[in-house]
Each structure stands twice: as C-alpha cells, then as structure tokens.
C-alpha cells in the first residue's frame, strides 16, 4: 500500500520495489535471503512539537522521523533469535563495526563509517513518549548507532540496532517507528561531515532480526531531495551492509 501527499511527481514514487538484500556469508547455515517486495510508504513531515500520540520528548531535544519509511516482516531465518534469553550476550562496538563494516558498498555507493556509539540508555537516544514506553515494555537494554559519510561527501547513512528481549518487541518498535504513528523515532548519531541529517528528505528501513530491530536510515548530504527513490534505496542497502553481526549471532545460537 503506497500513500503519496498531493500534488506528487508521479514519476518520483515507483508503484512497487523490490529491495535486494545483501548475500550473507551463513558458514553452513542452510537459509534463503530473499527478495523483499515492499510498497514504498511516503510520509511528508508536516509541522513539529508534541500531539496525543507521541511527538519529542522533552528533554531530548528536537526530532524528526524520516521522510519515507519501509517497516518490513521479520525474517524467519532468524527465528533461532526471537528471545534475548537465547542470546544474552550484550552487543558491543567492535562487534557490530568490524574492520570489514567500516566500509559498505552497494552498486555506485561507498560509504566510510565517520562515528559510532552505543547506548545502554535507549530513552536517551529516541524521542517519541509512546516510543519510549514500548522500548521500556520490551526490555530495550542497547541502541547502536553508526554514522556513515559517502566517499563523495553526497550521502550520509545511519545504521541503527535496537536490542529487545523478544521477537514481539521487536515487530511492535518496528511499527511504532512508522511516521504515521507519531510515536517517535530514533535520534540520528551526529558525525563530521555529516551536514543536519535527519532534516530535510530522508528515508528510513527498518526490519525485526529475532530480538533486534535493524535500521539503515539515508538521506543526500544536506538533506536536498533525490532524484529518485532508487538513489535512496540502493544508498540504503550498502547502510544495511553492517548488520552482520546478527547473522553471526545466529550462528552462536545454533541457527
């Protein structure tokens, strides 16, 4: 299902896109990475503050959700990660942006990672009070956050993983994070380089991996709208290319 603001360029939204996801190297793992068709969900960002459905919490500063936002399925190959209980061993830095992370391609796009942090807090790091509530409600104990600069300088990513004690979390965050909800969004990690991302036009993927939710949020450099919305898909995948270690997380727990 595809929402699009009046007034549109019909040309610019694609009817529907299939968002190639990266081979992952599974060492003996048997699963099947498949091509997910989504409906591109354009929300235009009207106005700022608080309403009675979320909106910034005080104290965290401004906000702002990205432009377009993909929630996608779980994926049932990660189903041996659904609980924390079976994977208690918290996240780290040096795990998720490994040596072979710190830089990510797809297509024409290369991106260097330019910061990184992990954060034990999740409320200090999203705004959103019903988003807040729901990462309380689910046991959110990490948010890690890596900023990404294209070797052009043109594009800027965030590659965003929510640790949650369950599967249940995991999908609920991922609708809270929907614009339309006005729950709330996730803080963009600040970089040099990195020209007032989150402003300006931006899209957002999210998707659920067991109890994680991992994000790759992409915007051009500045926030100057794209030419079309591939230019920001296929920036998105190569964000994306850091999520291996759920993959090795699955590994450890016998996926």
């Not at 939204?13 to 793992?29: A, D, F, T």
């Not at 729950?183 to 994680?212: D, M, R, W």
């Not at 030419?227 to 270690?245: C, H, P, Q, T």
Request: glycine letters at 12%.
């Amino acid at each position: 299902m595809k929402t699009r603001q009046a007034g549109g360029d019909d040309d610019f939204w694609p009817e529907e896109r299939s968002r190639p996801v990266s081979p992952k190297l599974l060492m003996g793992i048997a699963a099947v990475l498949v091509i997910v068709v989504i409906g591109v969900v354009v929300v235009m960002v009207l106005g700022s503050g608080d309403d009675d459905k979320g909106g910034a919490a005080t104290g965290n500063g401004p906000g702002a959700p990205p432009t377009v936002w993909v929630g996608t399925a779980a994926s049932a190959g990660t189903a041996k990660l659904n609980l924390r209980s079976a994977d208690r061993r918290p996240l780290n830095e040096g795990e998720i942006f490994t040596n072979e992370v710190k830089s990510v391609s797809h297509g024409k796009y290369t991106f260097n990672l330019a910061a990184s942090q992990l954060s034990n807090d999740c409320g200090s790091v999203t705004w959103g009070q019903r988003l807040q509530a729901d990462l309380r409600k689910y046991g959110c104990t990490q948010i890690v956050r890596g900023a990404y600069l294209s070797t052009d300088k043109k594009h800027v990513g965030q590659f965003i993983a929510i640790n949650l004690d369950r599967l249940e979390g995991a999908d609920q965050i991922v609708r809270d994070l929907d614009p339309q909800t006005n729950a709330g969004f996730v803080l963009p990690l600040n970089a040099p380089g990195v020209s007032k991302f989150g402003t300006g036009f931006s899209a957002a993927y999210g998707q659920p991996f067991g109890h994680y939710v991992v994000l790759s949020w992409v915007q051009r450099n500045g926030g100057a709208r794209p030419d079309s919305m591939n230019e920001l898909l296929d920036a998105s995948v190569a964000i994306e290319g850091a999520d291996d270690f759920v993959w090795q997380r699955l590994i450890l727990a016998g996926g």
